[in-house]
């Protein structure tokens, strides 16, 4: 028998062994039961999408896998189950690693409270962030509200992000089976078609794969970063966001890695990816001292804005089909891989949001259920940037063409054929612009347009000055 209760380990976003301080405080109480909870009831409006529950089901696997299969799988309120758990196991301890979503630091804080009156010890951490949001602020007590102060006079003269922690040399697991676990198929992560095998197919997923992915990129791409990452046909781009997102990787890890690479590589590269590191910060910054982000314009002047009501156009937009190849591009690539190029990102949101008029949140949404790094405040943050409502944001008569857009960062088109292919026969300027190609070039590429590939939807012209108008109107 063993001489004490088993500590309870809660995994959350920090799939991971390694620079896990949660796990690091629970094996030197004693022993372990880790578990996770699948908590769609106080996620709510904000349960995962179904590409982030693809992920999740491959990585819980992992995590399991490298745990001896001794991970224990609960669904419902998180409350409920931990405080069946305390109560049945007689645990004393409990340690977990922070989330910074609004719902999430709510739920935590009544479960702090509820097992405090219980006198279990709880501890958290720390795992997700480089800096506790909650630490930085300006001279007068104020959070800050535009990155470059928050990042060179708030982050940069605290000090450092702290080294990794160490893989845990002894781990003592719980050998019994909770009561009330599941098994990781009875989560029912995976939708029913398998419209995910193809999206997963282009991963690979869990704490190795992430790690495999970090030195990759720190060996073979980091030294071009800044200038690469804005042509979306070259494999310039870390890609490791959902992994960051997951936990699989420690923005920690990520840190010091690209900080010991940078002497190496040379160039601007390392310190661009650090301050891309630094925007993934702000944006949880902004969630945590704002948490009305997701719903609410930052900036109340939007709120008198006249969206347009655009069910069609939005549908068109969705699946890749509005006629302009760059935003039909990037939609078809997140729809076939749960990810989307950055550069094309920006593109898509403009198009919505300043040529259709559509409300910033109707982005959002699709994003939420189709990136596989969907991530609260990175989505919230990025989508308001790009409307103009935003902390940071792009001003009123930034509005991307994406013809424009196209010829500079895929010159070749080559970006657009990986996702388009019906436009591979056409010279090279006409990809970008099919609608401008004589029909007798059309017919010679097997192109019609309106069957092998739609006409554009709207006239950028005219929408961009719809859009400049109304924009602004509201200044």
């Known amino acids: 028998m063993k001489s004490r209760p088993p500590s309870l380990l809660w995994f959350r976003q920090d799939l991971r062994l390694a620079d896990n301080p949660a796990l690091r405080a629970a094996v030197e109480a004693g022993f372990v039961l880790p578990i996770y909870i699948l908590d769609d009831v106080n996620a709510d409006a904000w ?116 080294q990794p922690l160490a893989q845990a040399e002894s781990l003592q697991l719980h050998d019994l089976e909770a009561p009330g676990s599941l098994s990781l198929q009875a989560l029912e992560l995976l939708p029913r078609h398998d419209w ?152 898509v949101a403009s198009f919505l949001i300043k040529n259709m008029l559509i409300h910033w949140r109707s982005g959002a949404d699709w994003f939420w259920d189709c990136l596989v790094d969907a991530d609260l405040a990175s989505n919230s943050a990025s989508w308001q940037w790009c409307a103009g409502s935003g902390a940071d944001a792009a001003p009123y008569f930034r509005i991307f063409n994406p013809v424009l857009q196209s010829e500079k960062f895929d010159p070749q088109g080559e970006y657009l054929i990986r996702y388009c292919p019906e436009l591979t026969a056409l010279p090279v300027r006409y990809r970008h612009k099919p609608w401008e190609a004589p029909p007798e070039m059309l017919q010679a590429a097997g192109v019609e347009l309106g069957v092998d590939y739609p006409r554009p939807i709207l006239d950028l012209k005219t929408t961009r000055e719809r859009a400049l108008a109304r924009f602004k109107a509201l200044s």
């Open 196 to 347: 995910h095998r193809q999206l997963l197919a282009n991963w690979k997923i869990g704490e190795a794969a992430a790690q495999q992915k970090l030195e990759a990129f720190c060996t073979d791409t980091l030294g071009d970063y800044r200038r690469g990452r804005d042509f979306p046909a070259i494999d310039a781009t870390s890609r490791l966001s959902p992994h960051l997102h997951f936990g699989e990787l420690s923005p920690h890890q990520a840190w010091h890695r690209v900080e010991h690479a940078a002497m190496h590589v040379g160039g601007d590269g390392p310190a661009h990816f650090l301050r891309e590191l630094a925007w993934r910060e702000f944006s949880c910054y902004l969630l945590y001292h704002f948490p009305h982000l997701p719903e609410k314009n930052f900036n109340p002047r939007f709120d008198g804005f006249e969206w347009l009501q655009d069910d069609s156009g939005i549908l068109h937009w969705q699946k890749g089909n509005t006629g302009f190849p760059i935003v039909d591009a990037g939609l078809r690539e997140l729809w076939q891989t749960g990810y989307m190029h950055n550069r094309v990102r920006m593109i």
């Open 47 to 162: 349960k995962m999408g179904a590409a982030s529950r693809a992920w999740l089901q491959h990585s819980l696997a992992a995590l399991n896998q490298s745990l001896g299969g001794r991970l224990q799988f609960f669904r419902g309120d998180a409350r409920s189950v931990i405080a069946s758990l305390v109560e049945t196991l007689k645990i004393d301890a409990v340690f977990w690693n922070r989330c910074y979503e609004p719902w999430r630091i709510d739920r935590d804080a009544q479960i702090k409270a509820e097992l405090a009156s219980r006198d279990v010890e709880v501890r958290s951490f720390n795992a997700s962030l480089l800096w506790e949001p909650g630490t930085i602020r300006k001279k007068d007590g104020t959070p800050y509200r535009v990155f470059t102060p928050y990042y060179q006079k708030g982050c940069l003269l605290l000090a450092p992000p702290r």
